[in-house]
């Protein structure tokens, strides 16, 4: 009808205005995909292919540089960039109809999300998703990689592959990126699924 068409328009004005405002003031425009780290899936594309997985971590010069080889490493498949938040972001809602979202207060994530965006544009494709677990990041991260169907190859730092136990025999060397030492960990799809039985 003429009111319910007018209604939605009035909203996406409102949502518009709204993102200009917050781009204005230097915060977070686009939104990632929020997920408790349980519940984080990456599924293969129409041609069969999984998708690159990012875990971004680190300081700018660090994510830039995973951003750069995730990027590289793609050949046209898609790019999913994992920021896993930290547990002191992820509380419950303390008022009736409270919406929490743990990015809007993660300087860190939004920051990280500023370099995929700055570096990727549009030329490649590429999901965001921000996690959010109950435990430190080590475990966090290990615990979302386990939840990956089909294995996949999977951009981290050195040092994060080290702390999370990448088995040395299904990583490439390291390539390093302006002073950066990253690793691609290649997950078999017998690995990704087995600490799901």
């Not at 781009?23 to 519940?39: A, N, S």
């Not at 050195?158 to 002073?179: F, N, T």
Request: net charge positive; aromatic share 6%.
């Amino acid at each position: 009808t003429f009111f319910g068409g007018g209604v939605t328009l009035l909203g996406l004005g409102i949502v518009a205005a709204t993102q200009r405002f917050r781009r204005r003031r230097g915060q977070p425009g686009r939104v990632p995909h929020v997920e408790k780290i349980e519940r984080v899936r990456v599924a293969t594309d129409a041609q069969g292919r999984t998708p690159v997985i990012a875990v971004l971590h680190g300081s700018t010069e660090e994510v830039t540089a995973l951003v750069d080889v995730a990027a590289e490493l793609s050949e046209g498949a898609k790019v999913l960039f994992l920021f896993i938040g930290a547990a002191k972001y992820s509380r419950a809602a303390r008022q009736l109809r409270e919406i929490v979202d743990p990015y809007l207060l993660d300087e860190e994530a939004q920051a990280a999300f500023r370099a995929v965006k700055s570096r990727c544009g549009r030329r490649v494709r590429h999901r965001l998703v921000y996690a959010v677990g109950a435990q430190d990041w080590t475990a966090g991260a290990l615990d979302a990689l386990h939840h990956f169907v089909g294995g996949g190859r999977i951009v981290l730092l050195s040092e994060d592959a080290d702390d999370i136990g990448a088995p040395a025999r299904q990583r490439q060397p390291p390539v390093d990126v302006s002073g950066v030492p990253v690793v691609v960990w290649t997950m078999a799809a017998a690995q990704a699924t087995a600490s799901d039985e």
